[in-house]
């Protein structure tokens, strides 16, 4: 048997693991941690995400709106540097000269202008009716009516080759396949998207004599282009080495762009994609978007550009490389992400390890029960090393199996007394029953001895009389033959004592039915008194015998009783004792006192001879009535009567006969009779 040491919970005591209490509860805390961390972490990656992506978006619309800004200020400039040739003292003065050096001069001073503006058109349109009747471009038209204007417009090859066929030639660009373009049969796009301005030209007297009309065409201007992204992303303006594009089309092809093909060239000729075709230049929208622009996804900005008639002839664009952006997103992301887990892991090993602390005493407690169950009641949980409620709880626990086990023991000992306790009322309820059998049987025995002393009383009576006259007769008879009696003396001897015999039994009887009438006055006797009177009695047949007699008179204690009746008891035992000595023997009388809890209570008185003794199974019966071995002469009644008179003073009457050492008989004489 272990004995009460620390107890640890073997494998079969172990509960599952998905059922046990600790694992259990140890979900029920992770399970926030497992459950709220990756959703946090989630929705950080949703938001920071979306935040990310407005704030491409937002800095992608600002890229956009210095775009537009720089658009402007050339288109501006082109414009304001026009009105001021066309009010310059210069143009004034070679428009004052003679008609024949006038134009000569006009085309000298333009000339210069327009390589000192970089203009790729500059020329003086002179009014007249024909220019004032046809339509006109809403520059040439506003410039007409006294207004300088600058505009973006679209002119086409035919209008460019009257210009220039230097400027027709450089608009002609072939439509590269794009995917994701709106479906075009053109091969070539051949018009020219134009920055358009017009001023007006006055005399001294300011009337508008002609208009100072000049232009730059924007397709495959890469000096514009290159300038327009210097500026919207100069060097180290966007981060993780991401790359910033501008764009310029016509309708929706490309004419001018830094945007690069795989092969290294600039995608002039590519065209937009079809959703921001239809944002931009079908609702005249500006798209805020990523967008798929040749070859890689770019964050992107459209804007349509609106000519001086107000149609929506082309678009501008800017945009920067998504990829180094995203890339450098997810890297923060997976970055989080390995924090939260790494935070996981950290907190849930030390979780689980605390856990195993805290469900110490419980499994130790289970481990406890199980061995208690299989029958080690001296199991125990011990010393579990905590200080919190569980280990209260264990401390608890041992004490109430302490105690469990002290009162299992005392019930246990009780049990064994209530098992003696009912073995000895068994026995006394046994011992019960057959006392109150005996009772029963004595109770019959009674009232069969009332009923045979009625019967014998009623008997006794009526022999009685003719007994009586029997032995009157008797007497008459012997008188009556005098001398002539003689002869028959025996016979009258024999009926003479065969009466008187009768009438012994008799009175034997009536002695026993009616008591009472026999019992004489109570007088103090003792023992050697007894004897005495009792052998001068018998003497004749101690003489017959050759019995020698032997006494041991103790008790010199008197008792109070009817002397004669006593006597009898006495005298009825000597005889029987004598009779069993027929060849002579020992008698011997002896006289004890009789005490119970050294209390004196009367003495005893015992005959006991040498003869052949009683047979055990006749020492039984030996106090019935009736009950004789003594075949001719014995009528089985002297030990009943003497019990019977000796038992009616509170005394007894015993029998005992030791194999091989004749019989001997005890009368217990109490010193004052009890009723
Ligand atoms: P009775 O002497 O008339 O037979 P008792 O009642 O006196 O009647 O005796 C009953 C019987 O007990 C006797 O018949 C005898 O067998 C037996 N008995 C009595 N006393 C002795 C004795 N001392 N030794 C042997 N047997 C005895």
Redesign the pocket.
Known sequence: MPGLGHLTPSADTQPSARRSLRTRLLLLALLPLGVVLPLLVAVLGWWGGDYFDRLLVTKVRSDLAVAHGYFERVSDGTGRSLAALAESERLARSLRLSPAARDRAINDLLLSIRGEQRLDFLHFVTVDRENREKPQRPAIASALAGSPLTSSEVFSPEELAALSPELAQRAQTPLIATANARPDNRASENRGLVIHAAAPVRDAAGKIVGVLEGGVLLNKNLDFIDRLNAIVYPEGALPFGSAGTATLFLGDVRVATNVRLFAGDRAIGTRVSNAVHGAVLGDGKTWLDRAFVVSDWYVSAYEPLVSGAGERIGMLYVGFLEGPFSGARRQVFAGIALLFGLVMLVAGTLAALWARRVFRPVERMHAAMHAIERGDAHARVGAVGSADELGIVAAHFDRLLDQLQAQTDSLKRWGDSLDGKVAERTAELEQAVTNLKAAQSQLVKNEKLAAIGQLTAGVAHEINNPIAVIQGNLEVLRALLGPQAEPVEPEIKLIHEQVHRIRLIVTKLLQFARPHDYAGYLEPVNAPQLVQDSLLLVRHLLKKGHIAIEQQLDSSRQILCNKSEVQQVII??L???????PSGGLLKLAAEDWDEADMPVGLRLS?S?S????PAK?LER??Q?F????KP??????????KTLIERYGGRLT?A?PPGQ??C?TVWLRCEPIE
Do not use: Q, R, Y
């Open positions: 009825n035992l005889v029987n004792a004598i009779e069993a000595m005959v001879d003869g052949s003794g009683i006749d030996l106090f009535p009950f004789t071995a003594k002469g014995g009528n089985g009644l002297g030990l009943w009567v003497s029998a006969s004749g019989a008989f």
